[in-house]
């Protein structure tokens, strides 16, 4: 009888707000995730320490005790600490001699693989079958950093998990931005550029959508005396999140450092325009004034122009959203994205 091979998936809960949690959720929609018996393991949660160790005591038992029945080891890692407790799960999956794939969310080389816990990733790196990166920028990174044999490393993009409802809302004139607040997103270089241009477009609004630094945030509006025309919702999923994209007309994220933002995506889905920073994955299929419209990081005074330029030419609005548009149906459609993980892990069970 032909032995089936089987798939365990070790990353974060599912009930963790962020991209790693989007991407597993989108990857079990394939038909690789019932084809190859695909597991999740789920090893942190968002709660108190002792909650914290707890769950990965009882998340590492677990896996020591189903591993023996799973071929191939598929683990989901990011920054230090989530590096740092992979490594418990690496060294079993070594001992049983099963396949390994690590897959590297992280947003920064500078809080990852080029900090003192350089040895951490090496070795995670290293000894790994294959070494999953979200861009080719990531790629070269890693591969120069840890001097990987050819095809170790892999480019897989994240893929597009945005779910659009029937529901329509009337658009506004609005810039939205979404994801956490914090300054390596740039929240407040967008607050900044805006204060730039209301006084010659008083009807327009911004919009955060996220949590994190909120206080901070209002503090600087009132500064900048915008806060009747900023609107922090915090974090939004769901009808929130679509009724958010769907009163926007503009997409904002002056991020500092990226995988590949999975927010520009949820943008790129709903057909807005975005203007974004050339960090981490974008450059891999930015065309400036095509599909997006980029900035410096930090450039607030480069910023506050696109924002006024994409007011005042809807045509290039309507080109920039309609490309974006294109890239999430092809290059990131989530079947594209699985297609690409039933070939990685065809690869590793047939050697």
Request: net charge positive.
């Amino acid at each position: 009888m032909k032995h089936i091979p089987k798939v365990l998936i070790v990353a974060t809960s599912h009930k963790t707000r962020g991209g790693i949690t989007a991407v597993i959720e989108a990857h079990k929609k394939g038909v690789q995730w019932e084809k190859f018996h695909c597991k999740w393991i789920e090893t942190h949660i968002d709660k108190g320490f002792l909650y914290k160790l707890l769950y990965f005591i009882r998340s590492f038992i677990l896996f020591t005790a189903v591993i023996p029945f799973y071929d191939i080891i598929h683990i989901h890692t990011s920054e230090v600490p989530s590096a740092v407790r992979k490594c418990f799960y690496f060294f079993i999956a070594r001992l049983w001699r099963k396949k390994i794939i690590i897959h590297f969310h992280a947003f920064s080389p500078h809080s990852t693989i080029k900090t003192k816990f350089r040895p951490v990733y090496k070795y995670l790196f290293s000894h790994a079958d294959r070494v999953v990166l979200l861009s080719e920028y990531w790629k070269d990174q890693v591969t120069e950093e840890f001097q990987l044999p050819e095809g170790r490393a892999i480019v897989i993009y994240n893929p597009c998990t945005t779910i659009i409802s029937s529901k329509s809302y009337i658009q506004k004139k609005q810039i939205l931005y979404a994801g956490t607040l914090n300054p390596r997103k740039g929240y407040s270089d967008m607050i900044n550029a805006f204060a730039l241009i209301a006084p010659k477009y008083p009807e327009w609004e911004i919009v955060f959508a996220g949590n994190g630094e909120i206080d901070n945030g209002k503090l600087l509006v009132q500064q900048h005396n915008i806060e009747q025309r900023t609107t922090f919702l915090g974090w939004v999923d769901g009808e929130q999140k679509d009724k958010a994209f769907k009163e926007a007309m503009i997409f904002c994220l002056p991020s500092y450092a990226e995988g590949f933002p999975m927010a520009v995506l949820d943008a790129w889905s709903y057909g807005l325009p975005v203007v974004t920073t050339p960090v981490g994955g974008i450059p891999d299929i930015a065309i400036n004034r095509t599909n997006l419209l980029l900035f410096t990081p930090g450039d607030v005074q480069t910023l506050a122009n696109n924002f006024e330029e994409l007011i005042k030419d809807p045509s290039l609005c309507k080109t920039i959203a309609d490309e974006g548009k294109k890239l999430a149906s092809t290059k990131f459609n989530i079947k594209t994205i699985n297609q690409e993980i039933e070939s990685l892990y065809n690869t590793l069970t047939t050697k």
